[in-house]
Nanobody
Framework: QVQLVETGGGLVQAGGSLRLSCSAS????????IGWFRRAPGNVREFAAA????????YYADSVKGRFTISSDHAQNLVYLQMNSLKPEDTAVYYC?????????????????WGQGTQVTVSS
C-alpha cells in the first residue's frame, strides 16, 4: 500500500504564498502521474493541478492557473505545489494523489492512492 504524506499547509494572508510537498512511501512517483486536489468546507473535491510522469506535462484548473505551479523532484521523490497570490477562496484541505497511469488530468476516479491532506487557510 502506497502512503502519501502532504506537508506545508498553514495560515497565510491573502496575496501570500505557500508551498505544499507530497512524499510517497515508495518510488511510486517514478511511473505515475501525481495530482493535487482540494476540498473546501461544504464543497466537493476539486482538482487543482497534476503532473504527468511522461514528459513532465502539467495541468491546472482554471481557478489556479497562473498562480499555482506543480513540480517534481525525482531525486527526492517529492512533488510540490507552489501557491502564489493566494485568495480566501483557496482555503481548503489539499490532498495529493497518485494516478493509475503516467498521464492523468483531473478525474479523481483515475487516482488510486490519496494522502490525509493538509489544511490551507487564507485570511482576507
Amino acid at each position: 500500500q502506497v502512503q502519501l504524506v502532504e506537508t506545508g499547509g498553514g495560515l497565510v494572508q491573502a496575496g501570500g504564498s505557500l508551498r505544499l510537498s507530497c512524499s510517497a512511501s515508495e518510488l511510486t512517483f517514478r511511473w505515475y502521474a501525481i495530482g493535487w486536489f482540494r476540498r473546501a468546507p461544504g464543497n466537493v473535491r476539486e482538482f487543482a493541478a497534476a503532473i504527468a510522469w511522461v514528459g513532465g506535462l502539467t495541468y491546472y484548473a482554471d481557478s489556479v492557473k497562473g498562480r499555482f505551479t506543480i513540480s517534481s523532484d525525482h531525486a527526492q521523490n517529492l512533488v510540490y505545489l507552489q501557491m502564489n497570490s493566494l485568495k480566501p477562496e483557496d482555503t481548503a484541505v489539499y490532498y495529493c494523489a497518485q494516478a493509475k497511469s503516467a498521464v492523468e488530468r483531473g478525474n479523481p476516479y483515475e487516482y488510486v492512492y490519496w494522502g490525509q491532506g493538509t489544511q490551507v487557510t487564507v485570511s482576507s
